[in-house]
DNA sequence: AGCATTAGTCTACGACTGTAGACATGCAAG
DNA sequence: CTTGCATGTCTACAGTCGTAGACTAATGCT
C-alpha cells in the first residue's frame, strides 16, 4: 500500500509538472530553437537527462508542453464568443492579455517564438486546428464560419505579436481603451459574418 | 603544392550579392536561429568565412539583409494607399503575396522566423518603425493614426502567419475572393479611423 | 617582369547542442 | 537487515555552431 505523504524532494509527479512549467517559461521567452533542455532542466532544479528520461526527446517535451498550453482557454472562450458583443470583449481581452509581462497567453507566444523550426511549427498548427479553430468555428454562425475564425485567430495572433514580440511602440504605448475601440468592430465584423450587429440584418451591398 | 578548390570569379559585388540573396532566402526559410552561415555560404557557392569577411558577423549579416528586405515596398505603398477603396486593395494584395510559395513579402516573413533570437527581434522592430509604419502613419489621416498603422501591420502579420507560417487549412484553402472580402472591410474600417460609437452600423466609404 | 592588394579557402578552436549508457541514491516492502 | 525499484546524476560522445588566424591564388599597377 502506498502512502500519502506529502511532497518530498523525491517526487516524480512533482518533478515532472516542475519541468513541464520551466519548458513552459523558457519556450515562451526564447522558442523551440532558442532554449536548450540544460537550461530548461536547471529552471526546474534538476538535470538536463532527467527530462528526457520523462518526455523522451527536447521535441517531444515540446509537443507536451504546447498541447497543455493551448488547451487553456484564454480569449476565445464560449462565454465571450456568446456575449452580447463578442467584438467587444474578445478585443478587451486581448488588449488586456497581451499586456507586456503577460504569461496567460503563452500558448501563442511560443509558436511565435519558435518559426525557426519546422516541426515545432507543425506541432502549433496541429494544437490551434485541435483547439481554438474547431472551438470557434463552432461558435460562429453563417457562411464560412472556418475562414472567419481562422481570420479572428490570425488578428489575435497578429496584435500580439506586434505588442509583445516585435514591440512597435505604438501598441505597447497606447492606452489599452483606444486599442479595445479600435479592434472590438473588427473583430464583431468577423464574428458577425456578412450580417451586421444589432436590428438591421439585412446584407450590406458591397461596392468590390 | 596543395590542391586548392579550382579558381572562382573573382567579383565581390557579384559574391557579395550571392551571399545577401542566399541569406534572405535562408533566413526566410528557417529564421536566424535555424540556418547557419556555412549553409548560407553554400547557397552561394563561397565558404562560410567568408560570410564573416563581408558581413563581419552572421548578426550584422542579418542586420542588412532585414534592411534591405524590409526596404522593398509591398503592401503598404503609397499608391494602394491612395486608392478610391484603400481596404480592398491592401487586402487582395495581401492574399495574392501569402499564396503558398510567394517570396515578395519575405521581409515579413524572415521576423516570424527569426522570433527565437531576441536581437533579430530587435532588429526587425527598428526596420518595420523606419519602412512600414511611418510610411503608413503619414498617409492616415484623424486620431490615432500611429496606433491604426500599426494595427494594420498586426493583421497583415497576422494573416500571413496563419497563412503561411502555420499553415492554417481555412486560409489556405480559402477561395482568394472569400479572404478579399473579409478583410477588405477590416483593413478600411483602420484606414478610416471611423469612430464606432455604439451600435451604430458602418459608414459606406468616401465614394459611395 | 615584379610587387601589392584583393578575393577566397583551409584548418582549427572553444563552446554549445541533444542524447545514450552507466552509475548513484532514496524509498517501500519482504 | 536486504532486496528491488523508482528517481535522479555523471560522464561522455558525436555533432554543429560562429569565428579567428594563417595561407593561397588571382587581379591591378608600375
Known sequence: MRKRAPARRRNAAATRDAIL???RAAFARAGYDGVGVREIAQGAGVTAMLVNRYFGSKEQLFA???AATMAIPH???PEILGARA???EIAA???ELTKPGATRLDGFLIMHRSGSSQRAAEIGREQIE???QRAMRTALRGRLSAQRAALVLSLVAGVQIMRQMIGLSALTDAKPSDLVKMLGPLFQHLVDGERPAGGRSRRRSRDA
Open 75 to 77: 480569449i476565445l472562450t
Open 21 to 23: 512549467a520551466s519548458a
Open 93 to 95: 481581452a486581448l488588449v
Open 130 to 132: 485541435r483547439h481554438h
Open 64 to 66: 507536451e508542453v504546447a
Open 86 to 88: 463578442p467584438g467587444h
